[in-house]
């Protein structure tokens, strides 16, 4: 007999709707399987097989074909095994076929027949709405994914025996909705428990400040400065300033991890993401791709942060990585004849010594030589600098600030999570008025056109960019951003135009030594 199924594969982060066509009859005895499969497909024959039998299904002895349509879309993952199965058991004759219509099946089976977690499972539920069918069945352990996706019921499977019974009439499967209900709404942390503060950092007024405006417009930032000084605390800080997720986001993110199988079993990602790859991570690592298409360290930091400790660590081509999605927002990757594209919409944020040693300018404790320092700091090239937006030196803590509250402490009084965070809220709303007619949030994304319209200067702040743009050899690039980030400090300062002290402020965090 012959009988059909429908299940989903991912393509990146998009899914596409597949037919598992199954015929089986006489002829010698085979199992044989078709339609560009990848090898974790083709070995679900044995599984499947094991799965069966042990599911108290004894199967005659036939010629069973399997394929998988359409045959120029590769099939990969793990989640084909529970629809292949269900085809072999409707051509038997052992489930009824009044409900595979309008069914889409996911998930993949281990060899006792219970059924295991697969991932993407909240882009196949989307995409089985978006196609119109009635009902998908997922595993139970992913449930949580399909009960935001409206339009469509998502039912939990925990073994094929459990199927079997559900198309049979006998029994019922697990309720989205129903499960939903049973539990209380979890959420993802994607950041610490306790939640860190501005204020645990020993002065540096400055790198905080320069933290404050790029928070306040999505603007990447360098932390450099001696060992001990703070810069990584004061990286990992960031998150707490920058304004919540709104629904859409949230949605974007939770498409990511559950693509990535990263969602481990909850349902939606609440917090923006802070991603800290170490500096021997690989271009492929950060980028993403692999056997199996996943997504890498730069689209899982998608409308959060991309923290890059020991920047000049990174291989060269790693860092060099970063300029396409800096600039574009996206990453391309090509396998074959098809183009898949992930979201890249991070900010980044690294932290670095200024010398080998580290304790560059003071001579009286750093040894390297003016060849060693360029030689060090040339590892990051020209067309990222041009892409960091703000650079700020944090210098040594002195013992008096440790130790005793100094004027300077208190000058710093400001500086809390608290407070930051109402600046860049006060900064985020002007800039959402701002672009109300445009399709971009924040002051980093202007393009050129943006950047005439909203930055215009007087004649003296002209005068301060023609001389600045000469002596500091500033690219095109350089000279948006510089304007970029002077019109988040006059947002943040609730000015209209943009002053010459908004310019030299933005201009002191171009020069990275």
């Not at 400790?309 to 074959?336: K, Y």
């Not at 407070?419 to 900064?427: L, Y």
């Amino acid at each position: 007999m012959y009988s059909e199924v429908y299940s989903v594969t991912l393509a990146g982060l998009d899914a596409c709707i597949v037919k598992v066509e199954t015929d089986a009859g006489d002829g010698l005895p085979s199992f044989e399987m078709s339609g560009c499969l990848a090898a974790q497909v083709t070995e679900a024959r044995e599984r499947v097989r094991v799965a069966v039998k042990n599911s108290g299904i004894i199967l005659r002895p036939q010629k069973i074909m399997v394929n998988i349509s359409p045959a120029d879309i590769r099939k990969a993952g793990n989640g084909f095994d529970l629809p292949v199965a269900a085809g072999i058991l409707a051509a038997d004759g052992i489930i009824k076929t009044d409900m595979l219509e309008s069914s889409v099946i996911i998930g993949e089976l281990s060899l006792d027949g219970s059924v295991n977690a697969v991932r993407g499972i909240i882009n196949c539920v989307a995409k089985a709405a978006q196609m119109g069918f009635k009902r998908c069945i997922v595993p139970s352990c992913n449930i949580c994914e399909g009960e935001h996706i409206e339009g469509i019921e998502v039912l939990g499977v925990d073994s094929l025996k459990q199927l079997i019974g559900y198309f049979n009439g006998e029994s019922e499967l697990i309720d989205a909705i129903d499960a939903k209900k049973s539990r209380e709404h979890d959420v993802i942390h994607m950041k610490n428990e306790t939640c860190p503060d501005f204020a645990d950092v020993t002065g540096q007024i400055t790198a905080k400040r320069a933290s404050l405006i790029a928070a306040a417009g999505h603007h990447n930032i360098c932390y450099m400065g001696i060992p001990g000084t703070g810069k990584t605390m004061m990286a990992k800080r960031i998150s707490t300033i920058m304004l919540p997720l709104n629904e859409s986001e949230k949605m974007e993110l939770t498409r990511i991890y559950s693509a990535a199988g990263k969602l481990e079993g909850r349902s939606i990602i609440e917090e923006r993401p802070v991603r800290c790859p170490n500096y021997n991570t690989t271009k492929a690592v950060m980028l993403g791709g692999g056997v199996v298409l996943s997504p890498g360290e730069i689209t899982l930091a998608d409308k959060g942060i991309l923290f890059l400790d020991e920047f000049n660590e990174f291989a060269s081509a790693v860092i060099d990585s970063l300029r396409t999605p800096l600039e574009e927002h996206i990453i391309r990757i090509v396998r074959g004849s098809k183009e898949y594209i992930y979201p890249a919409d991070f900010m980044l944020v690294a932290a670095m010594n200024p010398c080998r040693c580290g304790y560059y300018p003071d001579r009286n404790r750093c040894s390297c030589t003016e060849h060693d320092i360029k030689r060090y700091m040339s590892r990051v090239s020209k067309p990222i600098w041009d892409r960091i937006d703000i650079c700020t030196h944090m210098g040594m803590i002195d013992a008096r600030d440790i130790l005793y509250e100094s004027d300077a402490d208190k000058s710093g009084d400001f500086y809390t999570t608290a407070n930051m965070k109402k600046c860049v809220k006060t900064a985020y709303d002007i800039q959402k008025e701002r672009f109300s007619n445009e399709n971009i949030e924040f002051n980093s994304q202007m393009n050129e056109k943006h950047v005439k319209k909203y930055c215009r200067l007087g004649q003296a702040e002209k005068r301060i960019m023609e001389t600045a743009f000469e002596r500091l050899n500033l690219t095109v690039r350089g000279y948006h951003k510089v304007l970029k980030t002077a019109r988040t400090i006059a947002d943040i300062e609730g000015e209209e135009c943009i002053n010459a002290g908004h310019l030299s402020e933005a201009f002191s965090y171009r020069n990275p030594l």
